[in-house]
């Protein structure tokens, strides 16, 4: 018993041992390749046409993204802006209002513009 008991651990051992190793050749490549993989081109060689017109089509869009955002945020306060004024005009109408009714003397226009010199 001792013998196959032994035997069916060492299979699961070694079973184990060629899984992993399968999965590290999966995962893991050789130190050539990677440093290819990572780095195609050398920091001094120029960029390719490729790579200079997707970096300018992000640039731009991000561009495009910036403008477009502070074209709104210009709105919103133009618009907070106008409100604010639109207010304001509102209460200073209805205090000259106010401050006509009570000083209105019947005559019109008001007696300060029918005062008679004598």
Known sequence: MQESAGASVGTRQVAGQEAQ?????KVFMQESDAS???KKRGKRSPKSRDEVNAENRQKL??????????EEQRNEYENFVEEQND???ERSREAIEQWR?????GLYPSYLYNRHHI
Request: negative net charge; hydrophobic residues 25%.
């Open 61 to 70: 869009r991000a561009d495009e993204l910036q403008r477009e955002y502070y």
């Open 87 to 89: 207010e304001q005009e």
């Open 101 to 105: 009714q009570w000083h209105y003397d």
């Open 21 to 25: 190793e399968a999965v590290e050749q």
């Open 36 to 38: 290819n993989f990572l």
